[in-house]
């Protein structure tokens, strides 16, 4: 008897994350829905994190297990994911992340509820390297201010992002590739095929780390994003208001002028500004 596939796949991309990788794997573990499976891809760690995959996937047989040889970085990495992925529906999850126990089931209900919702997100903790709080992100949950929002920031956060694989066409091109500014791609890419959301709840803790691949590449990050938004433009479209497309020019140039620390400063200012409007409108 062939085993029936899994509703979800929660795909977790793993590089040298050894000191996070149990906690993350551990939330998984804990969530109120059971039916998933989960496919960890080692990105060729040099820490034991590929053996602490091992030891989790011997203990439940629906943590499966994959290594590339050589690095692939994470789009790369995620694409493999979810070429081994069985599921309908497609949850991301990074290694040094926790989900909330409720996760699974409050996005895979959002989604069943709504059919015109392709990809959900939800509101996120910030955690820092010791798991203490730095704040609450408050993300937009109408699919129209998801959409306005996406052309100026990322309005959903990656690791907490579901997918209903079945609104997709067969052979959709996921990542690309891409190990930067590979979420705007995706979302844009999206949005030809369905709307994108944020359920009201808390659902993923986000940890901060000094050595994140945003923080080591970001010149390259906002260097794919505004390809992306061009490319959504061109391609995909999607319409922008001309204020927006100016912006977005002006952002552009502005990271490639100015020292990278700083432009991610004024990227996260802009961004809570952005947030704090949305929030005091009637």
């Keep these: 008897m062939t085993e029936s596939a899994p509703l979800v796949s929660i795909i977790l991309p793993v590089f040298n ?110 955690m820092q390297e010791n798991g203490e709080t730095i704040r609450i992100k408050s993300f937009p949950t109408e699919p129209e201010e998801v959409y306005t929002m996406m052309f100026l920031c990322v309005p959903i956060q990656h690791p907490a992002l579901m997918v209903n694989r079945a609104a997709l066409p067969e052979g959709f091109n996921w990542y690309e590739g891409w190990s930067v500014g590979e979420d705007s791609n995706l979302f844009f890419k999206l949005t030809q095929f369905g709307k994108l959301s944020n359920v009201p709840e808390l659902i993923l803790s986000y940890r901060v780390c000094d050595g994140g691949n945003f923080l080591r590449n970001i010149r390259a990050t906002f260097r794919n994003t505004y390809r992306a938004r061009c490319r959504a433009l061109r391609n995909y479209g999607y319409h922008a208001s001309a204020k927006a497309q100016v912006i977005n020019h002006l952002q552009f140039l502005l990271i490639h002028l100015i020292p990278e620390r700083l432009a991610w400063r004024l990227y996260n200012f802009a961004r809570r500004f952005m947030l704090r409007t949305r929030r005091a409108k009637p």
């Design 17 to 126: 994350a050894a000191s996070y990788l149990g906690e993350a794997i551990d939330s998984i573990l804990a969530q109120s829905f059971s039916d998933w499976e989960l496919i960890a891809v080692d990105d060729a760690s040099s820490d034991n994190s590929a053996a602490i995959l091992e030891d989790y996937a011997a203990a439940d047989s629906r943590i499966r297990v994959f290594r590339n040889e050589i690095n692939l970085g994470v789009g790369g990495t995620l694409d493999r994911a979810i070429s081994e992925s069985r599921g309908q529906y497609i949850a991301r999850m990074d290694a040094d992340d926790i989900c909330s126990p409720d996760r699974v089931a409050v996005q895979l209900k959002h989604l069943q509820q709504n059919p015109e919702v392709i990809a959900v997100g939800g509101q996120i903790r910030e």
